[in-house]
């Protein structure tokens, strides 16, 4: 069974571009969420993905948006990157919304 | 929203001894709280989770315990070893959209 993978592992940015992180998730699992940690914080909720669907939206201005495609894998937009935006990006993926999440190892994005 | 408070932020013991952490909870809803474990430069691993009409649960060397009526919960981990070394992060989630809220993370050092 394949676990939680994400695209790339690291990336820099400067400020006021744009950036497309992806994930696949676990075998079988059609949620996906996304989070953000910043340097020494838990992660923070950004937006879920139920059936190519948006379920759930955490305190992020629209700039950051997302995508599900119809095998489930996932895709997060972040548009006029602040330097703020520098944190781990974190997939997880869960069988339904209401189960389990299973986290990916997470984009590290720098914002310069 | 929901606020997840997590103590104590660092925490060092020497190995075979126990190690507890403690969380507490805002929402009265939240009926599901996770505990991740993270490694330097990885995404969170479930460890251990419990479900609000469960009062403890135990997988080994790791135990959870939830009392639902002062809306906290703690890690209890015994006979700790090097390898348990790591940052612990609890969650909580009102289970509506798997919208998980986290603690700010305990870093956990057992020594030889």
């Known amino acids: 069974e394949t676990g939680v993978t994400q695209s790339p592992t690291h990336l820099i940015k400067t400020r006021g571009q744009q950036v497309t992180l992806r994930c696949s998730s676990q075998?079988?699992?059609?949620?996906v969420s996304w989070y953000q940690q910043a340097l020494g914080q838990g992660p923070q909720f950004i937006f879920q993905y139920y059936r190519e669907e948006e379920n759930g939206r955490g305190n992020f201005p629209p700039r950051f948006s997302g995508l599900q495609f119809p095998n489930y894998s996932s895709e997060l937009n972040v548009n006029a990157l602040e330097l703020d935006d520098s944190a781990l990006y974190l997939c997880a993926s869960s069988l339904v919304p209401q189960e389990t999440q299973y986290f990916g190892p997470g984009t590290r994005l720098l914002v310069l | 929203g929901e606020n997840v408070e997590q103590h104590p932020s660092t925490l060092s013991v020497q190995e075979g001894d126990s190690a507890v952490i403690k969380c507490t909870y805002s929402d009265s809803a939240s009926n599901y709280f996770p505990w991740y474990k993270q490694e330097l430069g990885k995404g969170p691993q479930l460890i251990i989770d419990i479900r609000s009409n469960v009062g403890e649960k135990k997988d080994q060397r790791i135990a959870v315990t939830l009392n639902k009526t002062a809306k906290h919960f703690s890690l209890h981990i015994t006979e700790t070893q090097p390898e348990d070394s790591a940052v612990y992060f609890c969650?909580?989630?009102?289970?509506?959209?798997?919208?998980?809220?986290f603690g700010t993370g305990t870093r956990l050092q057992v020594t030889l």
């Open positions: 969650a909580a989630d009102t289970g509506t959209a798997s919208k998980l809220t």
């Open positions: 075998s079988g699992h059609n949620t």
